[in-house]
């Protein structure tokens, strides 16, 4: 199971960090991913990472601006936005699986909204 928390009500420019923390697997072995979907449109793929980091990818709009991070110990993956922009409101999920094209365990979703 995953659980995402950390969403909320930010102004523009401001920051979030986003937590999805694991229960009944070590999200360490696992890759990891993290998606939003903004009302109307699709969901999409803000970042991937495999479980040894090695491979990874953040999606154009967000390069620069959202950092994905690890906290093994916690059982836990972060994402930190940063400079956060209107057009970043959506609902944040992430998701684990044996390799970002591959994701099968999904967390419940975390509202972000980006206003002034």
């Known amino acids: 199971q995953l659980v995402e928390s950390g969403g909320g009500l930010v102004q523009p420019g401001g920051s979030l960090r986003l937590s999805c923390a694991g229960s009944g697997f070590t999200l360490e072995f696992y890759a990891i991913g993290w998606f939003r979907q903004a009302p109307g449109k699709e969901r999409e793929e803000v970042s991937c990472f495999s479980s040894l980091g090695d491979s990874f990818r953040y999606a154009d709009s967000v390069k620069d601006r959202f950092t994905f991070s690890r906290d093994n110990a916690k059982n836990t993956v972060f994402l930190q936005m940063d400079k956060l922009k209107s057009e970043d409101t959506a609902v944040y999920y992430c998701?684990?699986?044996?390799?970002?094209?591959?994701?099968?365990?999904w967390g419940q979703g975390t509202l972000v909204t980006v206003s002034s």
């Open positions: 998701a684990a699986g044996t390799k970002c094209s591959h994701l099968e365990v």
